[in-house]
């Protein structure tokens, strides 16, 4: 077994992926340890003591179709371009206003847009601020007010953006 969590914190990290993806292309050690970060080459010697060993021909296919697995980025990546395509074809103006609220970037504002749908359905703010459960529990018993909790209705995802 190769016990690279020995050696990195995150196998399935960067790092990690590079010395996946070198043994199972066949790739030798010292080509596997130059792909590496200046970090994790200072570990040169750790590295070369587990990857010394010898894995079968059939051990670094079923690698291979593991990472092909695991390495899902590129696929994210167009889902997220054809996404945010989309939402600024769609709703330029309100992609806009979101992102340009502090801590709102174009996954945050796009995932509101797609939660929300047509702002225009909202008489206003509060109306929305309302229907997506950020106001607080307000109790009235004669002159006595009491303000609880917000009312976490509504999405949950647009609830957790926001807040």
Not at 12 to 30: E, M, T
Not at 114 to 119: H, M, Q, R
Not at 129 to 145: E, F, I, M, R, T
């Amino acid at each position: 077994m190769l016990h690279l969590d020995d050696v990195l914190t995150d196998i399935f990290g960067k790092n990690g992926r590079a010395i996946l993806a070198g043994i199972s292309s066949g790739k030798n050690v010292d080509q596997i340890i130059e792909s590496l970060s200046p970090n994790v080459r200072k570990k040169s010697v750790q590295i070369r003591e587990i990857l010394d060993r010898e894995i079968s021909q059939s051990a670094a296919i079923r690698l291979q179709i593991c990472l092909n697995l695991i390495n899902l980025d590129d696929e994210i990546e167009v889902l997220e371009r054809q996404i945010f395509n989309y939402a600024y074809q769609k709703h330029k103006r309100e992609m806009e206003i979101l992102m340009s609220v502090p801590g709102i970037g174009e996954l945050g504002a796009a995932t509101l847009i797609a939660e929300i749908g047509n702002f225009r359905d909202f008489l206003s703010g509060d109306k929305l601020a309302s229907w997506l459960g950020l106001v607080p529990n307000v109790y009235q018993s004669a002159d006595k007010y009491h303000n609880g909790r917000i009312t976490k209705r509504g999405s949950k995802v647009a609830r957790w953006i926001l807040t």
